[in-house]
């Protein structure tokens, strides 16, 4: 194999998307945006913590390690092939098209929910900026709020990938330096001071508590993997998207360890049940809440630079899968002016635009967002397991086993056989049995759906992954890279 100087040729037609038009900063804003460390910090901690209490930092801690075990094992095979199909299209590359077809659909499965969960997210802060401006809560409202997220986020997606990432990145940058300037005035005044025993008494330790959130905090550090779908749009994507992949992650995880500490020192004299916007309540209680003004709406549109991201990504997949056959070849259409996957845009707008107003309008908003993302959370454990695994397997066949990939495959293997385990047993109750119920048909069906297509459509079948290895032709073809058979 012999490299010559790269070119940024667009060698795409008006019928597909364009190559090599995003640089590594781009790439970066659309992993770190849909990360959205704001949000998290604003609404999944407070979610963790009212279950777990003072040790919530164990469960991002161990959270924090398994995800970064995810996320090597996929920037390990984003290195070595393109794809805008995201890990099931990596996953069929390196295991075959049984592996990418479970991929695939429990993947899309999770953002088809992480999406409106996200939406619903931004209304919540909306709603509570708008109390704060005197507005009186009504149901009605917070379901508006979610419409004109979805709405916005539908338009805005429609136009060229690259003005999401300028967005996101300049969103969660603004936002954080809110929430860290609530955190500096809360170390300094809360009561007692800043070191706080009770997250380091272990003495009512319970790991089965930790990992029964794992589900839902996983979500939370979900969505990094949608950059590996811009293995046509990224310039130098092998290179691109897997310092994406890897440093979004590693640079949240660390951010969350520190945000959880602070957040429950500000929570030591302060209760916690009912509360929908934590760091809202803790710029009341620390006398600063003039920044609640900032961080509501800043932390809403955080959430709407998640969904952002998230349909950048899921339409995307949407896209290469209507073009392999496995959705209507119509959600294949990209828009003539833009180059943006139009119909797949659109099609998930109106899912988004629906569940999420129905779920400010059936239930609690928080309840309905920790549903949805505990939901999301099992299906992403799937399938970032499936695909770190692939990547393990695809190692062995190629005697290319080193030491990142063995300890991103243990990772994976270990950590997501002991989340299941603790999630499920004892089995959940209340709504979260529905969840787990809900959880468990989808895993049945994708595995006998498969079974039937090899069986009755097997032309069919075939056509799993064999997008991604055009694009990945044409990504080597741009570069200047000269295949040997």
Known sequence: MTTSPPTTTDTSTSEDLPQGVLPLWAVFGVSLGILAPASTLALAIGVIMQQVGALSWVTWAVTSLLVLGFAGGIAWLARRFTTTGGIYGLTTRAAGRGPGYFVMFAHL?????????????????LDAWLRKLGVPYNPWILASCSAVVAIAVTALSLREVKLSAKLLLLIEFLTIIVIVILFVVILVRVPGGPVDGRQFDFSGFSMAAILATAGFSVFSMAGFDHAVTLGREARNPKRAISLAVVGSVS????????????????????????????????????????????INPGV?????????????????TVYTMARDGMLPKALSGVDPVHRTPRTAVLTLGAIYLIVSVLG???????????????????????????????????????????????????????????????????????????????????????????????RNRPTVAAQVGESDRRTDADVDEAEGVETSA
């Open 109 to 125: 499965a999770s953002s088809l929910v992480s999406g409106p969960a996200c939406v619903l997210g931004a209304a919540i802060y």
């Open 251 to 294: 640079a949240c995880g660390l951010l969350y360890l520190a945000g959880t500490y602070v957040i429950v020192l500000g929570f030591r004299d302060v209760p916690m049940d009912g509360i929908d916007a934590p760091l809202d309540v803790l710029a009341t209680h620390y006398d600063v809440g003039w920044l609640a003004h900032l």
């Open 300 to 316: 809403a549109i955080s959430f709407f630079g998640s969904t952002l991201g998230i349909m950048a990504g899921t339409s995307r």
């Open 360 to 454: 400010a309008l059936l239930a609690r908003a928080t309840t309905t967002y920790s549903l949805l993302g505990t939901f999301a959370g099992y299906m992403l454990v799937a399938s970032y397991g499936a695909t770190v695994l692939a990547a393990g397997w695809y190692a062995m066949r190629t005697r290319s086993v080193g030491f990142g990939i063995g300890i991103s495959v243990l990772l994976a293997a270990f950590g997501s056989g002991l989340i299941y385990w603790k999630s499920f047993n004892p089995f959940p109750e209340g709504n979260r049995f529905w969840v787990a119920i809900i959880f468990f048909v989808a895993v049945v069906g994708i595995v006998g759906s498969w079974a039937w297509l090899k």
